[in-house]
T-cell receptor, first 114, second 113 residues
Framework: GNSVTQMEGPVTLSEEAFLTINCTYTATGYPSLFWYVQYPGEGLQLLLKATKADDKGSNKGFEATYRKETTSFHLEKGSVQVSDSAVYFCALGFGSGANSKLTFGKGITLSVRP | DTAVSQTPKYLVTQMGNDKSIKCEQNLGHDTMYWYKQDSKKFLKIMFSYNNKELIINETVPNRFSPKSPDKAHLNLHINSLELGDSAVYFC????????????FGPGTRLTVT
């Protein structure tokens, strides 16, 4: 079946540090890949997406590249801020139309210290 | 303006009770979802509805019954609550043709004692 594996957390970084959060997936066919972010006390928000191999999604300084050869979609940011503290979810989407479904990884908590 | 809203935000109840959670979206989306997030933050889809029609039912116990009176509302009723039902329940919606771009509500934290 389809699944998403994220690196174990939590992750604690100092402000302006480089961030990498690993995500790998298992899927039949060619899924779309996503990163969602959940800020404290809120619901999830779509952060970025990539719909085919070698696509790079980017938003708010975050980037992730869809790597079919390594089945990965690692999230990176060059310089994190305190406001980036949140839970990050990698997800894959498959199916079509109303039967489309997102499968989420376990989520990883990022804390950024001033 | 709240895009996806849920009520209540917190719900504390005893085992065996029946409770409902309501969800409304004002985005004009066709598809709505219920997710369960456990204490380890693992998020799993429970149901999806498209234009009031049930599309996805992910082997959820039949104590859980979703109802969609119109495409802007998706409610979740839970009978005979159990300790294991304690979790945060999220409602979400997505526009037609873009089912992966989901907009989530703020969640309802259910605690069963």
């Amino acid at each position: 079946g389809n699944s998403v594996t994220q690196m174990e957390g939590p992750v604690t970084l100092s402000e302006e540090a480089f961030l990498t959060i690993n995500c790998t997936y298992t899927a039949t066919g060619y899924p779309s890949l996503f990163w969602y972010v959940q800020y404290p006390g809120e619901g999830l928000q779509l952060l970025l997406k990539a719909t085919k191999a070698d696509d790079k999604g980017s938003n708010k300084g975050f980037e992730a590249t869809y790597r079919k050869e390594t089945t990965s979609f690692h999230l990176e940011k060059g310089s994190v801020q305190v406001s980036d503290s949140a839970v990050y979810f990698c997800a894959l989407g498959f199916g079509s139309g109303a039967n489309s479904k997102l499968t989420f990884g376990k989520g990883i908590t990022l804390s950024v210290r001033p | 303006d709240t895009a996806v809203s849920q009520t209540p935000k917190y719900l504390v109840t005893q085992m065996g009770n029946d409770k409902s959670i309501k969800c409304e979206q004002n985005l004009g989306h066709d598809t709505m979802y219920w997710y369960k997030q456990d204490s380890k933050k693992f998020l799993k889809i429970m149901f999806s509805y498209n234009n009031k029609e049930l599309i996805i039912n992910e082997t959820v116990p039949n104590r859980f019954s979703p109802k969609s009176p119109d495409k802007a509302h998706l409610n979740l009723h839970i009978n005979s609550l159990e300790l294991g039902d304690s979790a945060v329940y999220f409602c979400a919606s997505s526009p037609a043709g873009s089912s992966y771009e989901q907009y989530f509500g703020p969640g309802t934290r259910l605690t069963v004692t």
